[in-house]
């Protein structure tokens, strides 16, 4: 699933490609990716006669504002975005064509559809699920030291789970939060309320140089993820413990192990990110 880095590297791609664009029509193929409103009709309907304004996002969600209107997209975990001729031949798994008057199109492709979009008026979205429920943007200036502890230093479950709930901070999913608590020494068990002063200001760090770093790089591509524009991104060769099992750490030298966390396969190295407490 891509994440807040993809995401953005998927955004800044997208207002190259549509921004200023007028909407002719939408073919909706797959009705069930369009969560808002309840008929995908309704949702093709609204959206003719519009203009693309830019592009933003909000956690790892991309909010597509047009004039009046801002649609919600959510990838999960294979949903990708391609601007086409409309003469193209049309890809498989191919849900919703955003048709432009200019001859272009946007696509949205799933393959395993597990993605979504939102239709508000603007503005409304902030009010309404899903990203009223969302917590803070750990690259923005409000986050900061003070809110970080404020946020982590209570929670009585382990980090890792902490840092992937999205009604805390935003963005951060499986590969960054791995990154992060490497980086800091910190194991992904530990329980939140047991870090002391100084391993809250390192994961702090790490968790901002993280995602900076990947933003610049251009996010991750790890198996079939590409951005919007089919590029690839370069990150996945600065990880540093994510997808690494059995490689020699790159502090230590020991072997990098993989375990289950919550659910979610967590690479570790138990040198370096000792369980203590
Ligand atoms: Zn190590």
């Known amino acids: 699933m891509p994440e807040l880095p993809e995401v953005e590297t998927i955004k800044r791609t997208l207002n190259q490609l549509i921004r200023g ?17 309840d008929d995908s009709e309704a949702f093709a309907f609204l959206l003719q006669g519009h203009t693309i304004e830019g592009v933003e996002r909000r956690g790892k969600f991309l909010r597509i504002k047009l004039d009046g209107l801002v649609i919600v997209s959510h990838l999960r975990m294979e949903g990708r975005y391609g601007l086409y001729s409309s003469g193209d031949p049309v890809e498989k798994h191919t849900h919703v064509i955003f048709h432009f008057d200019d ?5 949205y492709k799933d ?7 939102h239709l508000f008026a603007s503005g409304e979205e902030f009010n309404n699920p899903p990203l009223s429920k969302l917590g803070i943007e750990p690259l923005d200036d409000t986050f900061t030291l003070n809110k970080f502890k404020e946020i982590i230093g209570v929670k009585k479950t382990k980090i890792k789970a902490v840092l992937l709930n999205q009604a805390y901070i935003v963005g951060i999913g499986n590969i960054y939060v791995d990154e992060a608590l490497f980086r800091s020494g910190i194991h992904p068990e530990r329980n939140a309320y047991t870090l002391s002063d100084a391993e ?9 140089d993280t995602l900076s770093e990947s933003v610049k790089a251009g996010g991750s ?12 991104g370069m ?3 600065s990880l540093r413990i994510y997808g690494r099992k059995d490689e020699p750490c790159d502090n230590c030298g020991g072997p990098v ?8 396969g967590t690479h570790y190295c138990p040198r370096c990110q000792p369980v203590k407490r």
């Open 257 to 264: 192990m993989k375990t289950v966390v919550g659910g979610r």
């Open 200 to 208: 809250l200001e390192s994961l702090y760090e790490a968790i901002i």
């Open 103 to 107: 001859g272009t199109e946007l696509r």
């Open 221 to 232: 591509s790890i198996k079939s993820y590409v951005n919007g524009q089919g590029e690839m």
């Open 21 to 37: 664009k007028h909407i002719d029509h939408v073919t909706v193929n797959l009705p069930r990716i369009i969560q808002r409103p």
């Open 235 to 237: 990150f996945q060769h």
């Open 111 to 117: 393959v395993r559809q597990f993605g979504t979009m």
